[in-house]
């Protein structure tokens, strides 16, 4: 069964910097695509960065050189750096991963996915 547990997070002021961690338990042999994404107040689920099981980076507007995503394959383990924290960053923040090839997989990572737990973020000014 597969599993993704999440870590890190917490409270910081504005400027600062957090880092979120996950990690799938699972099949080791199989790659996975994995995205992180967050719910924050007022808005939809929307996805911040991820990573597609061939290696392809996608990070939001957004976050666009604040945050840096990267993984680690021998642990099926994903990161999130998020620097420059802003009010507007705060919320909870959900990993998700599958296993497939790339392009499908990460296609169907929302729908399809196996999430984290959820992590609070909260930065305040």
């Known amino acids: 069964q597969v599993q993704v547990v999440q870590s890190g997070g917490g409270s910081v002021q504005t400027g600062g910097s957090l880092r979120l961690s996950c990690e799938v338990s699972?099949?080791?042999?199989?790659?996975?695509?994995m995205a992180w994404y967050r719910r924050t107040p007022g808005k939809e689920r929307e996805e911040v960065a991820g990573?597609?099981?061939?290696?392809?980076?996608t990070v939001a507007d957004s976050v666009k050189g604040r945050f840096t995503v990267s993984r680690d394959n021998s642990k099926n383990s994903l990161n999130l750096e998020m620097d420059a924290l802003k009010v507007e960053d705060t919320g909870v923040y959900y990993c998700a991963a599958l296993a497939g090839g790339p392009g499908a997989c990460y296609r169907a990572l929302r729908e399809h996915g196996y999430w984290g737990q959820g992590t609070q973020v909260t930065v305040s000014s």
């Open positions: 990573i597609d099981s061939d290696g392809t980076i």
């Open positions: 699972g099949n080791k042999y199989s790659s996975y695509c």
